[in-house]
């Protein structure tokens, strides 16, 4: 279902009216002569990045990229792929002539990415691995590997990824994530106005971050 930030922003007031129950009844509406739907409106995109990152893909909307990535292909039979601005996550990626597709994305960190700088250790066609990593230029690339080097041609076959979450337009939510985006913004709203009992109260109903 589709939730405005209007819409979004009238639910956090309604955790936070909870929250006045447990409180003595006081809930707040202005802090420091502003009202509270500024501070709530302020931390609506960093909680609904907070909980989408932490959710499996298939509870998100999902982008499909194919049409707007190009591979870019090495001698190695390796690649890579600027990655779309408004990439919050890739769920799924996948070249023609792999045997299967790569849900686990490496960062350049991690031990197996490493390997990859070696012909006899790098990911195959059977077991293809992926890692995404900042280029210069602030632009995330998604670097793959491997074909067989004598295929000239490399294309992608799946490619999907979650986007930032935009509030300018009503936002897909499921059903199952919308109370611990609530929540978790609430929390929020009450570690900025200093109440960190209620902020408390506020993170131990959300169920997925």
């Known amino acids: 279902m589709k939730y405005s930030k209007d819409a979004l922003t009238e639910l956090v007031k309604v955790n936070m009216e909870e929250s006045a129950v447990q409180y003595g009844g006081n809930n707040v509406s202005v802090v420091d002569g502003v009202g509270i739907e500024y501070y709530i409106e302020n931390k609506l995109q960093e909680s609904l990045i907070k909980v989408f990152i932490a959710s499996p893909s298939y509870l998100l909307e999902q982008i499909d990229a194919r049409e707007t990535v190009t591979p870019e292909r090495f001698q190695d039979g390796s690649g890579r792929i600027v990655l779309p601005e408004d990439l919050l996550k890739m769920s799924l990626f996948k070249m023609r002539g792999w045997r299967r597709g790569v849900t686990q994305f490496l960062d350049t960190a991690n031990p197996v990415a490493e390997l990859q700088n070696n012909t006899y250790t790098m990911g195959g066609i059977a077991k293809p691995a992926v890692i995404i990593y900042m280029a210069d ?48 913004t609430a929390a929020m709203v009450y570690e900025i106005m200093g109440e960190p009992e209620r902020a408390a109260l506020m993170q131990s109903r959300v169920s997925v971050v």
């Open 137 to 184: 230029g602030g632009k995330r690339v998604l670097r793959y590997y491997s074909l067989p080097t004598e295929l000239r041609n490399h294309e992608v076959e799946e490619a999907l990824y979650v986007r930032i979450p935009d509030l300018s337009i009503p936002l897909e939510i499921n059903e199952i994530l919308l109370p611990s985006v609530t929540y978790t």
